[in-house]
């Protein structure tokens, strides 16, 4: 079965400055990864996916998330962030072949300060 | 107007009652799934229906039960609430393909007293 560990539960982080948010999973097949952000009061919105290709993927909002196979990792980065950047961050996957059910990290709270 | 709508947003209610969540969606997406989100546990899979003749136990579905109207609704039911069903729940669509992306509601908040 896969798993996902999201390695910090929360991360303070001073306005303009970089954030790296850690996810690693675990898993016997080839995945799909994906990065959710909730802002406070609300559902979960896409940031980012990987399904192919490219290691480097980019999403909204200036993010962008590395996957890294040998590590079984899909770390989420933003070069320089902004106080509506605080929210919770989630990192998902799901196992090709097994439709698109999600199996999601613990999640990271970012709380940026000004 | 929201794609995803949940109803109620907030609900307190007592051990042993008998609640329902209803989820809606304008977005034609078959596929549509419940999950309850628990601090520092992430989001878990209760139920999940690709279809309306299609029903499917997620991760933790000992406790509710689902129906799927239509398809475009999705009610997630507790038949006798307890305590530990205190929660924030979601509830999401997709398209068909497996790496479509979900998309949420902006949740339930349920209290049991």
Known sequence: AQSVTQLDSQVPVFEEAPVELRCNYSSSVSVYLFWYVQYPNQGLQLLLKYLSGSTLVKGINGFEAEFNKSQTSFHLRKPSVHISDTAEYFCAVSEQAAGNKLTFGGGTRVLVKP | ?113
């Open chain 2, 1 to 113: 107007d929201a794609d995803v709508t949940q109803t109620p947003r907030n609900r307190i209610t007592k051990t042993g009652k008998r609640i329902m969540l209803e989820c809606s969606q304008t977005k034609g997406h078959d596929r549509m799934y419940w999950y309850r989100q628990d601090p520092g546990l992430g989001l878990r899979l209760i139920y999940y229906s690709f279809d309306v003749k299609d029903i499917n136990k997620g991760e933790i579905s000992d406790g509710y039960s689902v129906s799927r109207q239509a398809q475009a609704k999705f009610s997630l039911s507790l038949e006798s609430a307890i305590p530990n069903q205190t929660a924030l729940y979601f509830c999401a669509t997709s398209d068909a393909g497996q790496h479509q992306p979900q998309h949420f509601g902006d949740g339930t908040r349920l209290s049991i007293l």
